[in-house]
Nanobody, 124 residues
């Protein structure tokens, strides 16, 4: 069992930046480096959608077209944490952002474990 907890959401004006964090933890002997990580989001009235994912080592990343060039996913394996740096935010980025952990891989539909989400609101 893996727990992931998001933080860093809030209210920001269009054009601004936010950095989301996701701290992961598990049972004794668990290793963060065995899990790929990803971010998804769900806007009101819409389905949850893929935002970004990162490989076990952090050497490979993949982004949704809607955020490419504006968002950056990274991970610190020493801190068991993954980050999502969001720049040039737009009102359409408003959503609940979810962190997910997947055994070896996170697909564009998600991983094995999910957090509770953190709200990001971008005002125009």
């Amino acid at each position: 069992q893996v727990q992931v907890v998001e933080s860093g959401g809030g209210l920001v004006q269009a054009g601004g930046s936010l950095r989301l964090s996701c701290a992961a933890s598990g049972r004794t002997g668990w290793s963060f480096t065995l899990y790929a990580m990803g971010w998804f989001r769900q806007a009101p009235g819409k389905e949850r959608e893929f935002v970004a994912r990162i490989s076990l080592s952090g050497g490979s990343t993949y982004y949704a077209d809607s955020v490419k060039g504006r968002f950056t996913i990274s991970r610190d394996n020493g801190k068991n944490t993954v980050y999502l740096q969001m720049n040039s935010l737009k009102p359409e980025d408003t959503a609940v952002y979810y962190c997910t952990a997947g055994v070896a891989v996170v697909t564009t539909t998600g991983g094995n474990y999910w957090g509770q989400g953190t709200q990001v609101t971008v005002s125009s």
